[in-house]
C-alpha cells in the first residue's frame, strides 16, 4: 500500500469513528459553528465534532502542525477532502481565522504571533471579526481615518468602523488603523486586538433583510499592546490587500453552493405547475432556470479548471480574478429566481400564511444583495481586472 | 475531468495556430468571397490540413486515421475559427465521419472513412427542412422500392451540399414529423438521378445548399444504421456536431475579444485611450468572464467525448453550445460597437466574425434550441 493510499485508509477510519451521525446530515444555519469565547451549540454533537478535528488541527488540514494545523500535503488534503465529501461530513468550524486571517498571519505575523493566535483559531477558541470598511471608506478602502498613536509600549486607538461582521459575537479583531496621516496607502497599519478591551463599543445595524449580521464599532482611547501590530509599520496595506484575496476566494464560493436538497427546477414545478408534457408551465421562467444552470455548471467547472491549472503550474490564475464577481452574480441571480418563481409567496415578511422556507429565500433573497458589495463592490472588482489582467490603460 | 491541456494537445494547437495564421488569414477567406469561388474553400488549404492529418484526427487507425480523440479535433475547429478559415472539416470530418463511426457498418467504414480521412472524399448531412433546428422533425419521406428505397423531400442548410459527392439523408420511414422513432439515414450519391443541388449564399458566405430530393432510388446497402433507427446515430453526432461548432465558435470569440481589447488601448479620444474609460472597461471585463466560463465548459464536454462519458454528453454539449452562442452573439456584437464606425465597414475584418457569428449560432441548435433541450434532459 502506497503511503497516500495508507493515509486514506487511516483518515476513513478516524472519520468513523469519531464524526458523529448528526453531523453527515445536511447543514442548517442555525447549527454553524463559528466558535468563540461565548460559542452556544444548539447541537451538542456539533461540539464534539470540532473538539476532534481541531485537536487533529483537521479545520486547517494545510496549516503547519507546530501552528496546531493539520500539517497536511496537498495530496493528503485533498484525500481528506474527498473522505469528508464521501461520509458528507458538516465543515466542523466556519471562521474568518480560518479562511482571511490565519492565511495572512502564516505569511506576514511573527514566529510568536502565529503561535500566539493561530492554534486558538484551528481549535475554534477564538471567533475574528474583520475591521476595514469605515463611514468615509468603502470602495476607497485606503482612505481609511482610524488613528492610532504609539503610546510607549502600547497604541492608543481612536475612530469608526462599520460593516464589522458579527462584531457583537466576536473575541478578537483584526483591524486597520492610520499609523501617518501624511500618506494614504503607506500610511496604514496592521493589527489585533481583544473586542473586550475598554473603549471598544458595537452597536448592530438592522438590515434590509431584518437581520443584523453587520455592525457599527467605535473605538475611543482604546489601548492595545504594540506588539501585536502584524508586518512592519505603514506597511498593513500589503497585508488587507492579500487578506481581501482570501476573503472575495471565499465569497465567490457562494457562487458553487448548490441549492441544497432539492435542484430549483424541481421547487419551481412545486410553485408554477407543470404542463401536459411534463414541462414547467412557464416557458420564460423554464428557460431562465435553464441558462442559469448552465452558467452555474460552467462557473464550478472554472473553478476547477483554476485548481488544475495552479496545480500544474500553468498560467496565471488569471481566471481566478473574475470568481468573486462571477459567484456573486450568480448567487444574486438565483435568489431572484427562486423568490420570482414563488409568487407572491416569494415576497413575504414574517406570520402566517408563509412557512420558514419560505421566509428563508426572501430573506436569502435580501441578503444576496450584499455579494456584490461586500468584500469590494463587483464595479471595484472589474476595475482591478480591467487593468491588471487585461492591461487596459488608466487615465 | 481533465481541464488542462496535455503537451500533445498542446503541439497539436500550436501547430494548427501555425497553419491557419500562415495559409489562412483572413484576408484569404474574404479573397474567396469576393472572387465568388465556385467551390467557397480553398483545394490547397484543406490539402495541407489533410497532410497535416486533421482529416483523420478522430477516425480510428484502422481506418486510415491518427485516432488523436475528438479534443484534438476541437483544437483544430477553435484555430479555425480564429481566423475564420471555411474548410471541409465540420461537414465531412466534424459531421459525417463521427456518423460513420458512430453508425456505420463495417463494409461501409471501409470504404468512407480512409477517403475522408485522405481528404479524398467530402461528405455532407442534409438533415434540415425548416428554418428551425429541430432534428427529429423530418417529413422526407423513403418508402421501400424493389429492392431498396425511394426518397422524396427537400433539405435545407445543407453544409457543403454543393461540393460534397456523398450526403447523408436524414428520412422518415415510419410514425409522423416530430416522432424520434422512425427516422432512417440513407448514403446518397449527390449525383444520383433526381438529386438537385441549389447553393445558397448565407450572411458568412460559407457554403450551404437546398437540395431536393425526387424519387431518387438507393439500395438497400445504403442504409446507415438500422431501419427506423436513425436517431440513435443522429442525436450522438449532433452531439458531436453542436461542441466541434462550440470550439469553432471559442476561436472566433477569443479573436475578436483580444483584436478589440487591442483597438481599447490603442484608439484615441478626448486626448485619451478609449481603453481608460469605465464603461468600456467593464464591458470588456464581462466578456473576459463569459470566455473563461466558455473555456471552461467546452473543456470538459471535449474531454467528457474522449473520457467515454456517454452518459454525460447530452447536457454536456447543450451547455457548451448555449454558453458559447451567448458568448460569441455578446462578443461579436461589442466588437463592431466598440470598433465604433470602422467597425461598420466591410474594409475592416471585424465585421466578418459578426456574420460568422449568426451562422454558427443558428448551425446545430441556437441557445434557445439547447436551453429547451436542457430542460427536457434535466426533467422540466
Known amino acids: 500500500m502506497s503511503d497516500i493510499e495508507q493515509f486514506r485508509a487511516e483518515t476513513r477510519a478516524w472519520l468513523e469513528d469519531n464524526c458523529p451521525a448528526s453531523m453527515r446530515t445536511p447543514s442548517v444555519a442555525e447549527e454553524m459553528v463559528w466558535g468563540g469565547r461565548r460559542a452556544t451549540f444548539t447541537n451538542p454533537d456539533s461540539k464534539v465534532w470540532l473538539e476532534r478535528m481541531g485537536a487533529k488541527g483537521w479545520t486547517a488540514p494545510m496549516w503547519p502542525a507546530q501552528y496546531g494545523g493539520g500539517g497536511l500535503s496537498m495530496a493528503e488534503n485533498a484525500v481528506l477532502e474527498s473522505e469528508l465529501r464521501r461520509i458528507k461530513a458538516r465543515p466542523a468550524l466556519a471562521s474568518f481565522g480560518l479562511w482571511m486571517l490565519g492565511p495572512v498571519l502564516l505569511e506576514f505575523a511573527s514566529e510568536s504571533q502565529k503561535l500566539e493566535h493561530l492554534p486558538k483559531i484551528v481549535r475554534g477558541e477564538i471567533r475574528w471579526c474583520q475591521g476595514y470598511s469605515e463611514p468615509g471608506a468603502g470602495s476607497d478602502l485606503a482612505g481609511l481615518q482610524t488613528k492610532a498613536v504609539r503610546d510607549g509600549d502600547v497604541y492608543v486607538i481612536n475612530g469608526q468602523k462599520v460593516w464589522t461582521s458579527y462584531a457583537d459575537q466576536c473575541d478578537w479583531i483584526f483591524c486597520l488603523v492610520r499609523t501617518d496621516t501624511t500618506v494614504k496607502h503607506n500610511g496604514i497599519s496592521f493589527i489585533l486586538f481583544d473586542m473586550q478591551s475598554p473603549g471598544v463599543s458595537v452597536k448592530p445595524i438592522k438590515l434590509i433583510s431584518g437581520e443584523s449580521p453587520f455592525c457599527e464599532t467605535f473605538f475611543d482611547d482604546v489601548r492595545v499592546p504594540a506588539r501585536d501590530q502584524v508586518g512592519e509599520l505603514n506597511q498593513g496595506w500589503t497585508i488587507a490587500k492579500r487578506l481581501l484575496q482570501h476573503e472575495r476566494t471565499n465569497i465567490g464560493d457562494f457562487g458553487t453552493a448548490q441549492s441544497p436538497q432539492t435542484p430549483m427546477h424541481e421547487q419551481a414545478k412545486k410553485y408554477i405547475g407543470e404542463d401536459a408534457l411534463g414541462r414547467l408551465d412557464d416557458a420564460a421562467m423554464r428557460r431562465e432556470i435553464a441558462k442559469y444552470q448552465v452558467r452555474q455548471k460552467a462557473y464550478g467547472l472554472t473553478y476547477a479548471r483554476v485548481g488544475q491549472e495552479l496545480k500544474a503550474g500553468l498560467g496565471d490564475g488569471a481566471a481566478s480574478s473574475i470568481l468573486k464577481a462571477v459567484g456573486a452574480e450568480l448567487n444574486k441571480h438565483r435568489s431572484e429566481l427562486m423568490i420570482d418563481m414563488m409568487g407572491t409567496q416569494g415576497i413575504g415578511w414574517e406570520g402566517d400564511g408563509f412557512n420558514d422556507w419560505e421566509i428563508m429565500q426572501t430573506r436569502g433573497w435580501l441578503r444576496s444583495k450584499a455579494n456584490s458589495i461586500e468584500g469590494g463592490t463587483t464595479e471595484i472588482n472589474k476595475n482591478v481586472v480591467a487593468k491588471n489582467v487585461l492591461g487596459l490603460p488608466t487615465k | ?380
Open chain 2, 1 to 380: 475531468m481533465a481541464l488542462i491541456l496535455n503537451e500533445e494537445q498542446t503541439l497539436l494547437k500550436d501547430s494548427a495556430k501555425d497553419l491557419m495564421t500562415a495559409a489562412a488569414p483572413v484576408t484569404r477567406f474574404r479573397a474567396l468571397r469576393d472572387a465568388k469561388d465556385e467551390l467557397g474553400y480553398s483545394k490547397d488549404l484543406w490539402a495541407q490540413m489533410v497532410d497535416m492529418g486533421w482529416a483523420g484526427i478522430c477516425i480510428p487507425e484502422e481506418f486510415g486515421g491518427l485516432d488523436f480523440g475528438f479534443h484534438g479535433l476541437g483544437l483544430v475547429l477553435e484555430e479555425t475559427g480564429r481566423t475564420l478559415a471555411a474548410t471541409p472539416l465540420v461537414a465531412s470530418i466534424l459531421v459525417s465521419a463521427s456518423a460513420i463511426t458512430l453508425g456505420g457498418n463495417d463494409a461501409q467504414k471501409k470504404v468512407l472513412l480512409p477517403k475522408l480521412a485522405e481528404g479524398s472524399l467530402l461528405m455532407a448531412l442534409a438533415l434540415d427542412e425548416s428554418s428551425h433546428f429541430s432534428p427529429h422533425k423530418i417529413a422526407t419521406q423513403a418508402q421501400a422500392s424493389g429492392t431498396g428505397f425511394k426518397i422524396s423531400g427537400n433539405k435545407v442548410f445543407v453544409l457543403d451540399g454543393h461540393v460534397a459527392e456523398t450526403l447523408i439523408v436524414a428520412t422518415r420511414t415510419s410514425g409522423k414529423t416530430g416522432d424520434r422513432a422512425g427516422i432512417t439515414l440513407f448514403l446518397v450519391d449527390r449525383a444520383a438521378a433526381g438529386v438537385t443541388v441549389t447553393r445558397t449564399k448565407m450572411v458568412d458566405s460559407r457554403n450551404a445548399a437546398r437540395i431536393s430530393f425526387a424519387d431518387v432510388q438507393v439500395e438497400a446497402s445504403a442504409m446507415l444504421g438500422e431501419l427506423g433507427q436513425g436517431a440513435d446515430i443522429l442525436d450522438p453526432v449532433l452531439d458531436r456536431a453542436a461542441l466541434g461548432l462550440a470550439a469553432e465558435m471559442l476561436g472566433a470569440s477569443l479573436e475578436v475579444f483580444e483584436r478589440t481589447l487591442a483597438y481599447l488601448k490603442e484608439r484615441t479620444q478626448f486626448e485619451t485611450k478609449i481603453g481608460s474609460f469605465q464603461a468600456l472597461q467593464h464591458r470588456a471585463v464581462d466578456m473576459y468572464c463569459n470566455l473563461e466560463l466558455a473555456k471552461s465548459i467546452l473543456m470538459e464536454a471535449l474531454s467528457a467525448v474522449d473520457e467515454g462519458r456517454t452518459a454525460d454528453l447530452p447536457v454536456l454539449a447543450s451547455s457548451a453550445k448555449a454558453q458559447l452562442c451567448e458568448t460569441l452573439h455578446q462578443i461579436s456584437s461589442e466588437g463592431v460597437q466598440m470598433h465604433g464606425g470602422i467597425g461598420m465597414t466591410d474594409e475592416h475584418e471585424i465585421g466578418f466574425f459578426l456574420k460568422r457569428a449568426r451562422v454558427a449560432e443558428k448551425t446545430f441548435g441556437d441557445a434557445g434550441y439547447h436551453y429547451d433541450r436542457l430542460a427536457n434532459l434535466n426533467g422540466f
